[in-house]
């Protein structure tokens, strides 16, 4: 089986490819071509080394995508994208990146099979961005998409892309709409979301981390490892049991920051909690304010995806597969 | 006031440029330019000779949106489309017109607004096949757009695109989903959608026509006077009252075929009815099973749009503008 990874280098990406290297038949029959492309060549785990190519490349430039479908991979996970905040601050870059660049993708295995059939199956990640305030309680399996930023927009677009590209048979599509990534690894950054990873990951490390919003702001979340296990269970899951609409908002948590933080206190202790340091940010508090807090994932629970139903679980998660299972003295 | 009709040569557009020959304010301000754009120039009324000026045009040619822009139109109706059943059997040619054209269109505008301000009111004309089956009873405001054909996938994407771009403050636009209309000027066509029009308009000039499906058959249905009306009102409607979610279903009216025929006999008598000939045709059958029967338009209803509420006022209006007010004989 050939698997193409676009986004490889990103964080799902790494985890994805380690994952991988850890299980080989993680996404069905064992692989005998990866290809890991990214803008940055992305790094290739020991195990894989024997059938894996990293490819520095920009889906975005002419010729990009061809290039890639060439070689007529079996199952192709499109993970690139241009971030909200950079899609949001650069209009032509959001549009080219995460609308242009994954049509000329859709395109490419489109015309890959005039010449001879070609139907594979395309994972998308796509994002609860696709909706926008107000919003019900629960937003359902039904419920329309109506972006507030240009990143949802592509998305959404997308996502519309890939339905029809797969019921005219040019490919066999999923839309897997992601949770809220928490823990997220690495360093804070400054993306609006960043304090809901920050204050577990840094006091988790023995580190200082600043929430700007209050205790009772509510959102939905999975773990990095969550997020992998979307894409490993889409890739074998039998996709004519999903019908005609092919995007699928992705079981998650619903849970408030001082839900977060009681869990940190469980798995930490007090010490931890310390670290937390509050700095109310009525910037961030508004922009959050915006963010779907909690939705029914009827369909894609039915089809077997599942994710944490707790903090602990998210907490756990992150520090098993981050922290070595070590927390700090 | 400058006004561009885009489609003008099209059922819709035809009947607008007749409306303002009688009404030049029916837009709001009086009209010192009028550009109707079209793939065929189109045909231009007495009354507007003196300021208009008709344009054959392929929106989707290099260049031709940048054209039209030029001249900074305050009001922009997009009309032209290719329809569904071309856009479902030539895949290129739907995108490349309902999708590419389009964007162009709204690219041009953003970009000529880069030299000097310029914001344009855009009304575009979707359509109710962004919905597809299975579908609730009566298809709300917040439902979601899973459409089942190439072209209804090209208008739920324009419908994004018009959303984003008059949050982004390029344009001001309104996104027009119109009902089925009904009933159709001109000859029977071989669109699955005819015999709605058909079974009334034959009849009504005396002459027979063909019901490929059974009585019970629910649409969703409005007169071109109302489609016209809806282009009328949302040229002046405040459009701030709409708020980000810049896409609506028209009123209409829910109608089965058999309440269609009852109509035909209380204004046109037992004699019409009997010109229809019933020939079930399975394969229409099938088609029209999977269109949607009724919706509650309530947005559009609560900010002033309207359409008829009986089979009897769609055929009154008929009779009036295009029959001259004669009945046959």
Known sequence: MRVLIIGAAGMVGRKLVER?????????????????????????????????EAVALD????????????????????LAAVVSGEAENDFEKGYRVNLDATRALFEAIRREGRTEPYRPRVLFASSIAVFGAPFPDKIGDEFFSTPLTSYGTQKAITELLLSDYTRRGFFDGLGIRLPTICIRPGKPNKAASGFFSNILREPLAGEEAVLPVGEDVRHWFAS??????????????????VGPRRNLTMPGLSATVGEEIAALGRIAGEKAIRLIRREPDAAIARIVAGWATDFDAARATTLGFSAET????????????????????
Chains 1, 2 share one sequence.
């Open 20 to 52: 991988l290297a850890r299980e080989r038949t993680a996404l069905g029959d064992d692989i005998d071509r990866l290809t890991l492309v990214d803008v940055i060549a992305a790094p290739v785990p020991v195990p894989l080394g024997d059938t894996t």
């Open 59 to 78: 889906l975005s430039q002419a010729g990009a995508a061809e290039r890639l479908i060439a070689s007529r991979p079996d199952i192709i996970i499109h």
């Open 224 to 241: 990095p490892r969550s997020a992998v296990g979307f894409f490993v269970h889409a890739a074998k899951l039998d996709l004519e049991k």
């Open 310 to 329: 707790s903090f602990d679980q998210i907490i756990r998660a992150h520090v098993e597969d981050e922290l070595g299972g070590r927390l700090p003295v």
